[in-house]
C-alpha cells in the first residue's frame, strides 16, 4: 500500500460512527481487497466535522477512481454508475434506504429547492488521487495519477482538503496536513498552496471563497483575500455559466449581502456584473443626498431572503433598483429623482441574463414583471388605496401579485421610524384591499367577459382594429369600477362603444349570445 501522511486524529465523538456506516464500510473493504489507500474527501468531511448538512460524497482512491466505484455499487447494490472518463470519476446516487446517514448529517430533508434532497439521496463521486498543472489561459489542468497528500494540493481550501482514512491501521482517522481542523475552528478560509498559485490556476475559485465565506460566516485569510484582489482579473476565462453558479449559490444563503460586498472588496464583481456596481455610492448637491442604492438593494435581498427561498424573487430583488444610477437626474425643486427606472430596470433584465447565461425563459420573465412593478404597491401605501387602483395591480401582477408583495414588502428600508411604520402600516392595507377586491372582483389573471369572437359577431365584421378599441374599453371600465365583471354589463358596453366609433350592431344582436370560445 501506497505512503500517505500520517493521520491528524480529532476526539473521536466528532466522527463517531461515520466509518460503520454501509456505504463507508463497503469503501474500506474494497480498498482492503484491492490493496490501495482510500480516503472520503472534501465537502462532506468538512460539514460532518461542523454538523452541517450535505448531500455529496467524495471518495478519493489511489489508484483507479472508476472501477473501484463500480466495484462498491454492486456490493451495496445500487447501480448503475455514471462514468466520466474525461475526468477520471465516477458517481451513483445512493438512496436513503442503501445506508442511513441521519446519524452523521442530521435529517437531509431540512434543505430546501433539490427534490433528491427532499427524497434523502446522496450523490456519491469517487475520483483517483491525481497531480495537476495548469496553463496560463485555460482551467483544464494536465492530470496524472498521484497519492493523496498530492490530491490535497490541489484542493481549494484546507477545510476543503481534510480527509477520513478509511484504511487498516488508521481507520477514520483525519488526513489533515494543512492545518484545515484549524482553520474550521478558526472560521478561516485559506488555501493549501500559495494562493496566488490556487486562484491563477483556477479563477473559479476565488467565486468559491467568497461562496464559502457567504454560507459558512467564515472570514477569509487576509493573504488569501489580498490574492483575489491581484488575481481577479482571471475570473475572464472562466464561463458565465460556472460564475452564474457559484453566485446563485451565494443569492441562496440566508445572508447574500454578505457575498455582494465580498465580490465588490475583492474586485470579482466588476468582471461580471458592473451594473451592481454601478449602484454604489450617494451623491450630495446643495445639501440634498439620496441613499446608496447599493446598501438599499442588499438589505432589500435579505429582507425579501428572511420571506423566501425563491431564487428567482430574490433575483428580483437583486435588480429591482438596477437602472436608478441610469435615471438619476437632480431637480433644483425637488432633489434627487429616478424617474423610469423601473421601466428601465425591466428593459435591462434580459440583457444581464443573456450575458450572465442565465435562463431566458418564466423565471427572466417572472423578473422583469416584478422589476418593472415593484413601485406599485408601494405607491399605493403613499396615498388613498382606491379599488381601481387595487384591480389593475390585481390584473397586471396575476399570480405574481403575492411574490410581489414580498418584494415590496422588503422594499421599505427607510431609517426614519415614523415614516417606515406609517408605509408598514398602509402596507398591511393594501394586503386586505387586494383580497377583498379579489374576492369580489375576481381580476387576477380574469379573461375579458367578451371575445374578439363576440364583437366580429356583434357587428358583423373581421379582424379588426375595432376589436382591440372595444375590448380594451371593456377592459377598463371593468378595472375602474365602472362596470361588474358580468358578461351582461360588458355586452351592452360593447354595443355602446361600437355605436360610439360609428359601428352600430347587427340586428338581434341586442342582447348577449351564448358565450363563444375565448379567443
Known amino acids: 500500500m501506497a505512503e500517505h501522511p500520517a493521520a491528524y486524529t480529532v476526539d473521536p465523538a466528532r466522527i463517531e460512527g461515520v466509518v460503520d456506516q454501509p456505504l463507508f464500510a463497503a469503501v474500506a473493504e474494497e480498498a482492503r481487497e484491492r490493496g490501495i489507500p482510500a480516503f472520503a474527501i472534501g465537502g462532506h468531511v468538512r460539514d460532518l466535522l461542523i454538523g452541517r448538512p450535505s448531500k455529496d460524497i467524495d471518495f478519493v482512491v489511489e489508484g483507479d477512481g472508476i472501477g473501484f466505484a463500480q466495484a462498491v455499487a454492486r456490493r451495496l447494490g445500487n447501480e448503475p454508475v455514471h462514468v466520466f472518463k474525461n475526468f477520471g470519476t465516477a458517481m451513483f446516487t445512493l438512496r436513503q434506504a442503501q445506508g442511513d446517514m441521519r446519524q452523521a448529517q442530521g435529517d437531509m430533508r431540512q434543505a430546501q429547492g433539490d427534490m433528491r434532497q427532499a427524497r434523502g439521496d446522496i450523490q456519491v463521486e469517487f475520483v483517483g488521487a491525481r497531480k495537476e498543472s495548469y496553463s496560463r489561459n485555460s482551467r483544464k489542468p494536465e492530470v496524472e495519477p498521484g497519492t493523496i497528500h498530492d490530491d490535497q494540493l490541489r484542493r481549494d481550501f484546507t477545510i476543503n482538503a481534510l480527509a477520513i482514512s478509511l484504511n487498516a491501521g488508521s481507520m477514520g482517522a483525519l488526513v489533515d496536513p494543512f492545518g484545515g481542523l484549524l482553520d474550521l475552528d478558526r472560521g478561516l478560509l485559506r488555501t493549501p498552496l500559495d494562493p496566488d498559485i490556487t486562484f491563477s490556476d483556477d479563477p473559479l475559485r476565488m467565486m468559491r471563497a467568497v461562496r464559502f465565506a457567504t454560507q459558512l460566516g467564515f472570514t477569509i485569510d487576509p493573504s488569501t483575500f489580498k490574492a483575489i484582489g491581484r488575481n481577479a482579473q482571471r475570473l475572464d476565462i472562466i464561463s458565465a455559466e460556472r460564475i452564474h453558479t457559484e453566485l446563485n449559490k451565494i443569492i441562496l444563503s440566508s445572508r447574500p449581502s454578505i457575498g455582494f460586498i465580498l465580490l465588490r472588496d475583492t474586485g470579482l464583481l466588476a468582471h461580471f456584473f458592473p451594473e451592481f456596481l454601478e449602484l454604489q455610492g450617494a451623491e450630495e448637491k446643495y445639501g440634498i443626498g439620496h441613499k446608496d442604492n447599493f446598501y438599499h438593494t442588499l438589505q432589500v435581498l435579505d429582507n425579501v431572503c428572511a420571506a423566501s427561498d425563491d431564487l428567482w424573487l430574490r433575483w428580483a430583488a437583486v435588480l429591482h433598483d438596477i437602472a436608478k444610477p441610469r435615471t438619476k437626474r437632480f431637480d433644483p425643486e425637488h432633489g434627487w429623482t429616478f424617474h423610469g427606472h423601473e421601466d428601465k430596470g425591466a428593459r435591462m433584465v434580459p440583457g444581464i441574463f443573456r450575458r450572465l447565461k442565465l435562463p431566458l425563459d418564466d423565471q427572466m420573465r417572472f423578473v422583469q414583471k416584478l422589476v418593472a412593478l415593484h413601485l406599485r404597491p408601494i405607491a399605493l401605501t403613499k396615498d388613498e388605496v382606491t379599488d381601481s387602483a387595487v384591480r389593475r395591480l390585481l390584473f397586471d401582477a396575476g399570480d405574481d401579485i403575492d411574490a410581489l408583495m414580498i418584494l415590496c414588502r422588503a422594499d421599505i ?13 398602509n402596507y398591511d392595507l393594501v394586503l386586505r384591499k387586494l383580497a377583498e377586491v379579489e374576492e369580489k372582483d375576481r381580476v387576477r389573471n380574469f379573461q375579458p367577459p367578451i ?30 369600477g365602472h362596470i ?9 358596453l360593447m354595443l355602446e362603444t361600437g355605436r360610439k366609433l360609428g359601428h352600430p350592431p347587427v340586428a338581434g344582436m341586442e342582447t348577449p349570445i351564448a358565450e363563444q370560445p375565448q379567443r
Not at 365584421?461 to 375590448?471: A, H, Q, T, Y
Open 484 to 492: 361588474a365583471n358580468d358578461r351582461s354589463q360588458a355586452w351592452q
Open 451 to 480: 371575445t374578439g369572437q363576440d364583437v366580429m359577431m356583434a357587428f358583423g365584421v373581421g379582424p379588426s382594429k375595432l376589436i382591440g378599441d372595444i375590448k380594451t374599453v371593456i377592459k377598463d371600465a371593468i378595472l375602474d
Open 413 to 425: 428600508t427607510s431609517k426614519n421610524e415614523r415614516k417606515k411604520d406609517r408605509y408598514l402600516r
